[in-house]
């Protein structure tokens, strides 16, 4: 079974707090598996994660990238996609991807949209019926605060 992080982003959007979880994953020398609910998303991160401050060097890639395979970090809207075996699922705002084969799944979501909040809702319902160890991130002032 994963560990599955809910991330209810109340402050910023998933371009902004996307970064600094993906260069943590980085740090652990794990690889991720970005999943985006569509193409028009796909683009805007892969040109984001070039550009971000902090930190400052995520190297990623897509199905576009030579060598996806060698990717510590692959971005895609196909949750089967996983080229390089990464063993960190990050599903952005409601994408797909089955849990199963992954070692830790983050759910970022917004917590600004009812729909978004009610779409996690029954994730975590389903995930806990599944018997995943789950946890709840709410972001606050502060930065993120466990809450479940």
Not at 75 to 86: R, S
């Amino acid at each position: 079974m994963a560990e599955i992080g809910f991330y209810h982003l109340t402050r910023t959007d998933v371009f902004a707090a996307l970064p600094a979880l993906l260069g943590r994953t980085l740090q652990a020398n794990e690889k991720a598996l970005v999943v985006c609910p569509d193409e028009t998303m796909l683009k805007a991160l892969d040109e984001r994660l070039w550009t971000c401050a902090s930190p400052d060097w995520l190297p990623h890639g897509t199905a576009k990238t030579p060598h996806p395979e060698w990717q510590p970090i692959f971005i895609t809207t196909q949750a089967e996609d996983n080229p390089a075996g990464a063993a960190f699922l990050f599903r952005l705002n409601g994408a797909g991807g089955d849990a199963a084969g992954f070692k830790r799944v983050f759910d970022l979501f917004d917590g600004n949209d009812e729909e978004a909040v009610a779409a996690a809702r029954a994730r975590w319902r389903a995930a806990k019926a599944e018997g995943h160890t789950l946890a709840y991130w709410k972001q606050e002032d502060t930065g993120w605060v466990k809450a479940g």
